[in-house]
Nanobody, 126 residues
């Protein structure tokens, strides 16, 4: 069974940057696609970014394109989310997730991912 542990969240001013990390254990990390999701109070969980097993294919929500970058280091069993030019609307709990397969669907959704971390809070002050 996979375990996912997020870190790197915190409080940052608008326009600032944060880098989230998600360390995976329990099964061969490089075999599976990974994703970052977020959920703000009173809103549904939404996808932020996703990456296939080799990092050759990535997906970004329109709201974060050009500001966020997802990457992975298969040697370290870790996926990252670099967040730049943060806005108050980026405030949410951010979750790391692992898909049960290596590829990405055209529009990844939460239902495509079977394993989840506990989340890390990101708060952007305006």
């Amino acid at each position: 069974q996979v375990q996912l542990v997020e870190s790197g969240g915190g409080l940052v001013q608008a326009g600032g940057s944060l880098r989230l990390s998600c360390a995976a254990s329990g099964r061969t990390f490089s075999n599976y696609a990974m994703g970052w999701f977020r959920q703000a109070p009173g809103k549904e969980r939404e996808i932020v970014a996703a990456i296939n097993w080799s990092a050759g294919n990535t997906y970004y929500a329109d709201s974060v394109k050009g500001r966020f970058t997802i990457s992975r280091d298969n040697a370290k069993n870790t996926v990252y989310l670099q967040m730049n030019s943060l806005k108050s609307e980026d405030t949410a709990v951010y979750y790391c997730a692992q898909a049960p397969y290596s590829y990405l669907r055209a529009t990844p959704k939460a239902a495509d991912f079977g394993s989840w971390g506990q989340g890390t809070q990101v708060t952007v002050s305006s």
